[in-house]
């Protein structure tokens, strides 16, 4: 382990449970996302949709392991990572106009 440890539990990483700030940043990651996806994608150019999208990503991924005791720091890496790229990659799929992806 890296990183200096808590003396009354020997971790590195967070692991209380913080339901408010939990629920909090999902819903408020949650309204980004929707705001982006459905309004702010048609006025503004893609360099500044696509990080708003990841931004929101990052923020569920992090709300929900909040929610969560005893998380690893390989869950605070991947899960907000994840998360950032797949709601890039589902709004430009899930809005793709006339291209290959739509049914």
């Known amino acids: 382990m890296t990183g200096i ?3 009354e539990t020997g971790r590195t990483y967070a692991a209380q449970v913080d ?4 629920v909090g940043l999902i819903a408020g990651s949650w309204g980004l996302f929707a705001a982006t996806a459905l309004w702010i994608r ?4 893609s360099w500044v949709v696509d990080p708003l999208l990841a931004l929101a990503g990052v923020g569920v991924g992090v709300g929900g392991l ?3 005791s005893d998380v690893s720091v390989a869950s605070w890496i991947v899960a907000p990572l994840f998360l950032a790229v ?7 799929a899930l809005f793709a106009g006339s291209g290959p992806l739509r049914t």
């Open 42 to 45: 048609l006025h503004a150019p």
């Open 5 to 7: 440890a808590r003396p």
């Open 66 to 68: 909040l929610l969560l």
């Open 19 to 22: 339901t408010v700030a939990g």
């Open 86 to 92: 797949a709601s890039v990659v589902h709004v430009r």
